[in-house]
Nanobody, 123 residues
Framework: QVQLVESGGGLVQPGGSLRLSCAAS????????IGWFRQAPGKGREGVLCISSSDGRTYYADSVKGRFTISRDNAKNTVYLQMNSLKPEDTAVYYC????????????????WGQGTQVTVSS
C-alpha cells in the first residue's frame, strides 16, 4: 500500500527554520518524483518544490527560491524540505505527493498524497 507521511511542521517565528520530512512506503522511492505542495487558509493548493527520480529540482514557487531546498535519502525512503528564513506568508498545510520519475506542475499528475503537516509562521 502506497503511503506518504509528512512530519516536522509546527509553529516558528519569522526568520526561523523548519525541516519537513516525507516518509514513503509501499513503493520504490528512487523511481519516483516527490513534490511538496502547500495550501493556505482560503487558498488553493500550490506547488512549492519537486525532486525527480534523477535528483533534478524544480521550483514551482518563486517566493521560496533561495530559502527552501529539497533533498532525498532513498536508503531511508524519505524526502526532506528544508525551509529557512520563514515568512508569515509561508503559513500553510504542507503536503508531499508522488508520481513516477518526473516532476510536474499539475497536482492532478500526482497519484498519491500525504495527509499534510501544518506550518505556522508567527511572532
Amino acid at each position: 500500500q502506497v503511503q506518504l507521511v509528512e512530519s516536522g511542521g509546527g509553529l516558528v517565528q519569522p526568520g526561523g527554520s523548519l525541516r519537513l520530512s516525507c516518509a514513503a512506503s509501499g513503493f520504490t522511492l528512487e523511481y519516483s518524483a516527490i513534490g511538496w505542495f502547500r495550501q493556505a487558509p482560503g487558498k488553493g493548493r500550490e506547488g512549492v518544490l519537486c525532486i525527480s527520480s534523477s535528483d533534478g529540482r524544480t521550483y514551482y514557487a518563486d517566493s521560496v527560491k533561495g530559502r527552501f531546498t529539497i533533498s532525498r535519502d532513498n536508503a531511508k525512503n524519505t524526502v526532506y524540505l528544508q525551509m529557512n528564513s520563514l515568512k508569515p506568508e509561508d503559513t500553510a498545510v504542507y503536503y508531499c505527493a508522488r508520481r513516477f520519475r518526473l516532476c510536474s506542475r499539475m497536482t492532478a499528475d500526482f497519484s498519491s498524497w500525504g495527509q499534510g503537516t501544518q506550518v505556522t509562521v508567527s511572532s
